[in-house]
């Protein structure tokens, strides 16, 4: 069965830190992914897609991640959290020409100023 | 503001009644989707809606039922068949057409007593 694992469940950095979240997917054909973040009373909204191209994406708030197809994975990336960081992230997959987006089970990050 | 809302923030009910979940969008958006956020399991899909008058089951759609009769609403009742129902409910919408990114609302947390 189709689905998105993500490694840590909870992380805990201090600010300036590096942080990076890992996402593996198990789907056989061509996807589609994303990163959604969820802060803290607010809409779960959009971090970051991939869908073709440069596997190196960048989104806002100076997050990118890599797709590595080989590895099948789409880590999430940020050089030095900030505080209002925290907040927590879920990986999400599409198959390409799909309609139904599995995701994963979500990293909740604390980051302590 | 083009946005997705959902009412009410909070809903309590007795067990064994069932419940309707509004969710409304002014995105003009064709799909639309109903997910429920249970803690350290991500998002899981109730149902889909990829056009009007049209809706498919996603992974737990037992113990729901939903309708689309306009486009830009698609509301969710949780019935008394549903074994579990304390949970947040987060309704989505996206472009028609596979892989877009979807655009949440702010969720109905539901408590059955």
């Known amino acids: 069965a189709q689905s998105v694992s993500q490694h840590n469940h909870h992380v805990i950095l201090s600010e300036a830190a590096s942080l990076e979240l890992g996402c593996n997917y198990s789907?056989?054909?061509?996807?589609?992914l994303f990163w959604y973040v969820q802060y803290p009373g607010q809409h779960l909204q959009l971090l970051l897609k991939y869908f073709s191209g440069d596997p190196l994406v960048k989104g806002i708030k100076g997050f990118e991640a890599e797709f590595i197809k080989s590895k099948f994975s789409f880590n999430l990336r940020k050089p030095s959290v900030q505080w209002s960081d925290t907040a927590e992230y879920f990986c999400?997959?599409?198959?390409?020409?799909?309609?139904?987006?599995?995701f994963g089970a979500g990293t909740r990050l604390f980051v302590k100023a | 503001d083009g946005g997705i809302t959902q009412s009410p923030k909070y809903l309590f009910r007795k067990e064994g009644q069932n419940v309707t979940l509004s969710c409304e969008q002014n995105?003009?958006?064709?799909?639309m989707y109903w997910y429920r956020q249970d803690p350290g399991q991500g998002l899981r899909l109730i149902y889909y809606s990829q056009i009007v008058n049209d809706f498919q089951k996603g992974d737990i759609a037992e113990g729901y039922s939903v309708s689309r009769e306009k486009k830009e609403s698609f509301p969710l009742t949780v019935t008394s068949a549903q074994k579990n129902p304390t949970a947040f409910y987060l309704c989505a919408s996206s472009i028609q057409g596979a892989g877009y990114e979807q655009f949440f609302g702010p969720g109905t947390r539901l408590t059955v007593l």
């Open positions: 995105l003009n958006h064709d799909a």
């Open positions: 999400a997959v599409i198959l390409t020409g799909g309609f139904k987006t599995i």
């Open positions: 789907y056989g054909g061509t996807v589609n």
